[in-house]
């Protein structure tokens, strides 16, 4: 039976939905109609053994792990059986397969066991205990600083709307003047800039999407099963049942969708790629009906932190072919990502989640422009993309085929740049060129894909790879395990302390080279700004551990300190952290330099009221006081030197 039949009239949005547009209800559920069709087509798509086993492991931890290990084995045997020479030709390789994924192997099993018995024991119970007493009901994935979501941050959307309705360019290019009798063109670039209000905007959108309800979507998807198998379409059970399961799914977006109204945003989930419950793609949009400046931002969101059986299926050292949807010689992806998003031709079922991405995106676009009370309605309407961690590997994957064949968005849609935080490796070398062919064609091509790397997140070092810079593609087997490679050009983001300004570096210019020039706009102006926002020369507040702290009850929310103790390869890869560190950009003008004397004077009063929270610390967990104060005192006493000696 067919999965698209949908004679029944869609279901009104429950209460705690805000409206905020007055377009004709039939434009305010077309996603909701498409999407609810897309979670059946998951549920009920007629997959082959290998897609119902991988589909079976995404919600099974132990078969999960399984399924990592015989992959992991069968990579490492392949490797050997077909290139039996790469043992004295790739060494490195040879020792990174007999020592570093054995070692990985290990600890990974020993987290699977670990979360496999805290889920037997209730686990899932005590996070949403702490979620609700200590989060504000935010997921754990915001648990480090919910506050981001405070009425603050309509002020860094609007700060965004110039770039995101397109009255911004990011990409110019330097020309000569035409009377110019001795112009210098070796001197001229492409200027490409980073724009942080647009950065932190879509950052917002990409930490916002973890606070779908997945339990509401997986009974959505169950009814719609249900239903499909039980009733004809048309009858009035059959109509009955689908508005129930639409309501599921509108009220598993609710928290999504209140704050997108705070920031005069219409929000809509439009896929769920492969999995139900799992990575999904979704939109933010100008809601249609609005006079304002129309824009869509594509959305993807990563796995949730406890679903660890998705991580191990989606991180499996493996890659696929890439040449169906990006070409021949394009290389190879990595499989957990490509399979989530595309949908494969051998005959094995699987998703077609980036054709109901492109569809509904085209639908909708015709729709605004149809609805929009924005005079100039004959422009495209831009379109951007974003995602975190996983959900970053996807926009990256869905964007690259954007800019291998802008046919696949129509005529009323205008692509423009991605920004993706804290993104893991997407394929080998060959596939990283083919990436920086295309978004060199043409050579001062009007988007850009930025990949946000914050300090030593670790998620940006997996899988291992070596073949990041291009002089090394050619160099390494195309079957070693370390052929990865990332995509797009790298911002790297830096906390204040011990570092210097700007706290950001441009990385992998890939074919760029020095072509380009990298601007920072939308920062700081100097350092001197950076350190008086908020009233005051004051260090403590750029940072991301202290911010996040002091921000809940006072310094005593035990929930922030416990995150704010993660080690940093950890913490670093929070949404939270990197918009705290986006915050303390300075733009690439270099700022005047800090004088010596009011730097102290900071110092010390950072180290005085450091003291103080160690002393309301100890006396909130009845902790010694004196041998608190010894530990903080001597810390900060290192940190002043080694930030007097940077300054």
Not at 17 to 23: C, G
Not at 109 to 120: F, R, T
Not at 139 to 161: G, K, L, T, V
Request: glycine fraction near 8%; charged fraction near 20%.
């Amino acid at each position: 039976m067919s999965t698209s039949a949908t004679s029944y009239a869609p279901a009104a949005p429950p209460p705690s939905v805000p409206r905020v547009h007055d377009a004709p209800a039939r434009d305010e559920r077309a996603c909701l109609h498409a999407h609810l069709n897309d979670v059946g087509r998951i549920k009920t798509h007629p997959a082959g053994l290998r897609s119902r086993f991988r589909d079976f492991s995404k919600r099974n931890i132990v078969a999960a792990y399984a399924l990592f290990l015989v992959q992991g084995t069968l990579n490492w045997l392949s490797a050997f059986i077909f290139s039996p020479a790469t043992a004295f030709t790739d060494p490195v390789n040879t020792l990174a397969t007999l020592i570093i994924y054995p070692v990985i192997n290990i600890v990974l099993g020993v987290l699977v066991a670990v979360l496999y018995v805290g889920s037997k024991l209730g686990g899932g119970w005590v996070i949403q205990l702490i979620s609700d007493n200590y989060a504000d009901g935010y997921s754990m994935a915001n648990w480090a600083n919910p506050d981001i979501f405070c009425a603050s941050s309509r002020e860094a959307i609007d700060a965004a709307r110039p770039f995101l309705t397109g009255q911004v360019a990011t990409t110019k290019a330097q020309q000569a003047d035409p009377g110019e009798q001795d112009a210098d063109f070796t001197q001229l670039k492409t200027v490409r800039t980073f724009s942080v209000p647009l950065a932190k905007a879509l950052l917002l959108m990409s930490s916002i999407v973890y606070e779908r309800n997945d339990k509401l979507v997986k009974e959505a998807a169950d009814i719609f099963d249900r239903t499909q198998k039980k009733y004809t379409p048309g009858t009035h059970a059959y109509d009955v049942e689908m508005k129930r399961a639409e309501e599921k799914l509108l009220e598993s977006e609710a928290k999504i969708k209140v704050q997108a109204a705070r920031w005069n945003l219409a929000y809509d989930g439009i896929s769920d790629l492969s999995t139900v419950s799992g990575p999904f793609a979704s939109i933010f949009y100008t809601p249609l009906g609005s006079s304002d400046r129309p824009f869509i931002v594509l959305c993807f969101k990563g796995t949730t932190p406890v679903q660890f059986s998705e991580w191990l299926v989606d991180a499996t050292i493996s890659k696929t072919s890439a040449a169906v949807f990006f070409g021949p010689g394009s290389g190879k992806a990595h499989s957990g990502f490509y399979d989530d998003l595309f949908v494969r031709n051998d005959g094995d079922g699987g998703s077609d989640g980036y054709g109901s991405i492109v569809r509904t995106l085209r639908h909708i676009a015709g729709r605004m422009k149809a609805n929009s009370k924005y005079s100039q309605t004959e422009h495209k309407i831009p379109l951007f993309v974003t995602g975190h961690s996983l959900g970053s590997a996807l926009a990256s994957l869905c964007f690259a085929r954007f800019l291998a064949s802008e046919n696949d968005l129509g005529a009323d849609l205008d692509l423009k740049d991605c920004y993706v935080f804290g993104t893991p490796r997407l394929g080998d070398g060959d596939f990283a060129s083919a990436f920086e062919h295309n978004l060199t064609t043409a050579l001062d091509r009007p988007n850009i894909l930025w990949r946000v790397r914050n300090h030593v997140d670790i998620v940006c070092s997996v899988p291992p790879g070596v073949t990041d810079a291009e002089s090394l593609r050619g160099t390494v087997s195309s079957s070693s395990l370390l052929n990865y490679a990332h995509i797009g050009p790298e911002i790297r983001l830096f906390p204040v302390l011990p570092y210097s300004p700007p706290y950001w570096k441009a990385n992998e210019l890939g074919a760029f080279h020095e072509a380009t020039e990298v601007q920072v706009t939308g920062g700081h102006a100097s350092q001197q700004e950076l350190m008086q926002q908020g009233g005051g020369l004051d260090l403590r507040r750029t940072s991301a551990r202290v911010g996040a702290i002091e921000g809940s009850r006072g310094g005593k929310n035990w929930l922030r300190w416990a995150m704010a103790a993660l080690p940093s390869p950890f913490y670093d890869h929070l949404p939270a952290v990197y918009y705290a560190h986006l915050s303390n950009l300075i733009n690439s003008s270099r700022s005047t330099p800090i004088s010596s004397g009011r730097l102290a004077a900071s110092l010390n009063a950072f180290a005085d009221q450091t003291v103080q929270d160690a002393k309301n610390l100890s006396d909130f967990f009845g902790v010694e006081a004196g041998k608190a104060e010894e530990v903080v005192k001597s810390g900060v006493q290192r940190m002043k030197s080694e930030a007097q000696q940077r300054f």
